[in-house]
């Protein structure tokens, strides 16, 4: 099933971009409204916005990409997002699916969590149960999915918002791939229903002082202490995402504010984020430029034993930071 390539070519005209006249960073995030394409199945469902614009998972030299990556900044319903979402993939043919092992209890695609960031450990109860606690102590919605396709095609959303402003968390971050290795698990996975109902959290105000060039964005690395900074010449489009590593990463979507090719981008952030906990920058492991839709891409992967993974991957003026110190 390749749905990928033939799309492309509409998706990135649709960003559009603003900076500051300073060129600093601005609440404002900018990208795709509701309605425009993420892939040839699904499109920004209404209470999201696409940062920056899709970025292509991975590439070939020929030009078609094997896959593709969103960031969707969550300002509206959460629930009815990211049902959208759901009910987007059941019309493309596919079967979102769950991780369900307790067979005595229903299937939920979401969770309410009376959890912490980053290390989401707390209490978790499927959305509408009556076990919810009472109080005005900030939950946080954890919404998942996953699908697959033929030819290896496999589709997973992830929706976390949480009330907490501090770190900022509401976005859906949708991953698809190509020639994946991974498959159904029957006895493990259900098919996941639909959400539905009041959302149980309100996406707070995307922060009026994101951090501007020079400023530390991320989890400090551990056990070292270092800081991811933002470079200048670049912008956030919206706080930057908590990584799942424990020692220390993030997810983030920055523009250019200085007309910056895609090469010298990838190429000035692949130096930035791998020299900070590498002894020099390796060889990448995977470095593929491909022209898409008439946009210049580039992913670049590093990665080495115990210090971690970087990856770069470069839409036009937007770059999707995904820096992870495992």
């Given at each position: 099933m390749r749905r990928v390539a033939?799309?492309?070519?509409?998706?990135?005209?649709?960003?559009?971009?603003?900076?500051?006249?300073?060129?600093?960073?601005?609440?404002?995030?900018?990208?795709?409204?509701?309605?425009?394409?993420?892939?040839?199945?699904?499109?920004?469902?209404?209470?999201?916005?696409?940062?920056?614009?899709?970025?292509?998972?991975?590439?070939?030299?020929?030009?078609?990409?094997?896959?593709?990556?969103?960031?969707?900044?969550?300002?509206?319903?959460?629930?009815?997002?990211?049902?959208?979402?759901?009910?987007?993939?059941?019309?493309?043919?596919?079967?979102?699916?769950?991780?369900?092992?307790?067979?005595?209890?229903?299937?939920?695609?979401?969770?309410?969590?009376?959890?912490?960031?980053?290390?989401?450990?707390?209490?978790?109860?499927?959305?509408?149960?009556?076990?919810?606690?009472?109080?005005?102590?900030?939950?946080?919605?954890?919404?998942?999915?996953?699908?697959?396709?033929?030819?290896?095609?496999?589709?997973?959303?992830?929706?976390?918002?949480?009330?907490?402003?501090?770190?900022?968390?509401?976005?859906?971050?949708?991953?698809?791939?190509?020639?994946?290795?991974?498959?159904?698990?029957?006895?493990?996975?259900?098919?996941?229903p639909t959400p539905a109902g009041d959302a149980p959290v309100t996406p707070p105000p995307v922060p009026d002082d994101l951090p501007g060039p020079g400023d530390p964005i991320g989890v400090p690395f551990a056990p070292s202490g270092e800081e991811h900074r933002l470079l200048d010449g670049y912008e956030l489009l919206a706080p930057p995402v908590t990584s799942t590593c424990a020692t220390g990463g993030f997810v983030a979507v920055v523009r250019g504010t200085e007309g910056q090719s895609t090469g010298d981008a990838v190429d000035t952030w692949v130096e930035h984020l791998g020299g900070e906990s590498f002894a020099q920058v390796p060889a990448p492991d995977g470095d593929v430029s491909a022209t898409i839709g008439g946009v210049p891409t580039r992913r670049v992967v590093l990665s080495g034993a115990g210090a971690g993974t970087v990856t770069v991957t470069g839409a036009g003026e937007h770059v999707l930071l995904d820096r992870c110190n495992d």
């Open positions: 033939a799309l492309l070519s509409a998706l990135f005209p649709l960003v559009a971009g603003c900076a500051d006249d300073d060129g600093g960073g601005s609440a404002a995030p900018t990208g795709a409204p509701p309605g425009s394409p993420i892939t040839a199945d699904l499109t920004v469902p209404p209470g999201t916005v696409l940062l920056g614009a899709p970025f292509p998972y991975a590439a070939t030299d020929d030009g078609p990409a094997a896959g593709t990556e969103a960031l969707l900044l969550v300002d509206g319903d959460p629930v009815a997002a990211f049902a959208g979402l759901v009910d987007q993939v059941r019309a493309a043919g596919l079967v979102p699916l769950i991780y369900h092992p307790d067979e005595d209890a229903e299937p939920a695609a979401c969770q309410v969590a009376d959890v912490t960031y980053p290390d989401a450990v707390g209490d978790r109860w499927p959305l509408g149960s009556d076990d919810l606690p009472d109080g005005d102590d900030p939950l946080a919605l954890e919404c998942e999915t996953h699908a697959f396709g033929s030819d290896g095609y496999r589709l997973d959303l992830k929706l976390v918002v949480s009330e907490r402003t501090d770190p900022y968390l509401s976005f859906v971050r949708i991953t698809e791939v190509q020639d994946s290795l991974s498959s159904p698990l029957p006895d493990l996975e259900a098919e996941a």
